[in-house]
Structure formats: C-alpha cells, structure tokens
C-alpha cells in the first residue's frame, strides 16, 4: 500500500514539475552564474565539424497526460506518460534511473579543438545539453530522486535556461578546451553525454 501511495504521489508531483522545472530560488551564485553563462549558438551555425548529438525522447503525442506539462510535438512516439514516470525510478536503485527512450545519440563524441558539436532536439519534449563540471541531478524534483542538483542547472527565478532545446530546434555548444568535458540534460539528469576534445579530433 505504501510503495503504491508513493508511485501515485510521484505521478502527480511530475505532472506539475516536469515543464521546465525553472522554479529554483535564486542564490548569489546562481545569480553571478547566469551573468557569466555561455549558451548554444542558435540555428546550428558556428565553425564547422562534422560532430553532432541527437536529443531523443519517445513521448506519445496521443496521451494527452503529456499536455499540462508542455504537450508532445512528436508525430510517433509510443511512451504514454504512466509508462515514463514507471521507469523513472527502480526497486533495485536508491536514485533516479530514468526511461532509457530518453537520451543522447551518440553519449560519446570526440572533437577536434576549435570544433562546436552541433545539437538537434529531435524529441517531442523540452530537453537541454548544458556543459557541467560533474554529473549531477536537474532541477525538477520527482526526476531528481537521490541525485544532488549540478550547479550549472540551477537558474535565477524568471532566467531562461541558455541550453534549452525545443524540438526540432537546433544549435552548437560553444568550443571547449583540451580535455573531457561533461554535459547533461537539467530536466532529465540521465540523458547524459561526454565530449573529448584533442589537437587531432576522432577517428
């Protein structure tokens, strides 16, 4: 009885959280944060390279369970809304575990330095790809379960997020350095990727 209260509890809370999740109050470091935040070039311009990562959901657009929280703007998609918040968690997880149709494609990518990776949204749902320093929970509880929110996804009351992607949108993450670098979605913290920047980019 319990485990069942707790499943139609979280249900509910998503129902009103999962939007955008934008309702964090500001702190002085998210505050200074926003001010010096890059963002996705829009459009997809930038310099060149011929890397990119996929956004993908599978959101059906005929359960209308999707529509208070931004609707589904998929033509086909199969996963009604009960089915995504079922395997958000698992029995066998202390934390968030989250519908594997939700993701990244690739989670790997390697770049050469000077390069922007080019980002598609090419879900049905509100998504982004933010840069963090580690991986870490998003700003929506009920998808947040046992994960600590990534500094980067925290926004200032009323700021806009400069990594949202819409479906069907389009941009470029700015170029990075040398090195790993993480990034992740703010709404859904698994859809997690990885970007390796080098002098001579992937194979």
């Not at 390697?110 to 991986?135: I, M, S």
Request: hydrophobic share 35%.
């Amino acid at each position: 009885m319990h485990a069942h209260h707790v499943g139609l509890t979280l249900l509910a809370v998503v129902a009103l959280a999962c939007n955008d999740g934008s309702s964090n109050p500001p702190t002085a470091e998210s505050a200074s944060r926003d001010d010096d935040r890059v963002a996705l070039s829009r459009g997809g311009e930038g310099q060149g390279g011929g890397r990119s990562i996929d956004i993908r959901d599978d959101c059906d657009p005929a359960d209308p369970a999707w529509d208070p929280t931004g609707g589904c703007t998929l033509k086909h998609g199969d996963t009604d809304f009960a089915e995504f918040n079922a395997l958000v968690g698992s029995p066998l997880s202390s934390a968030t575990v989250g519908h594997p149709a939700w993701r990244n494609e690739p989670s790997y990518v390697e770049v050469r330095l000077g390069e922007q990776v080019k980002v598609t949204n090419r879900g049905g749902r509100l998504h982004t790809l933010t840069p963090v320093a580690q991986f870490g929970g998003g700003r929506v509880p009920p998808l947040n379960v046992g994960l600590t929110m990534a500094p980067e996804c925290q926004l200032a009351v009323g700021a806009e997020d400069p990594f949202a992607l819409p479906p069907g949108e389009s941009g470029r993450l700015p170029a990075m350095g040398l090195g790993i670098h993480r990034v992740q979605c703010c709404i859904h913290p698994w859809m997690r990727g990885l970007i390796r920047v080098s002098e001579h980019g992937g194979h």
